[in-house]
């Protein structure tokens, strides 16, 4: 099933994928995001970040299957 982020962590994370450190290193934000937001609207990017395997496959198939 796709469900989208909580959108009380948006902020937060959209900071870190504008971080210098993110550049740097992706691995701890990829790893939070798919722990705390696996499919996360982010207002910096203008698109939807989906972090995890399953769902970009359920996506791909219309989220039903």
Do not use: K, N, Q
């Not at 982010?42 to 769902?55: F, I």
Request: charged content about 20%; some cysteine.
């Amino acid at each position: 099933e796709c469900v989208p982020s909580d959108p009380a962590v948006a902020p937060s994370l959209d900071a870190l994928l504008a971080s210098p450190d993110f550049i740097a290193d992706p691995y701890p934000t990829y790893a939070r995001l798919r722990r705390e937001a696996p499919v996360h609207w982010s207002d910096g990017w203008g698109v939807w970040v989906v972090s995890r395997y399953e769902d970009v496959v359920a996506i791909l198939r219309g989220c039903g299957g």
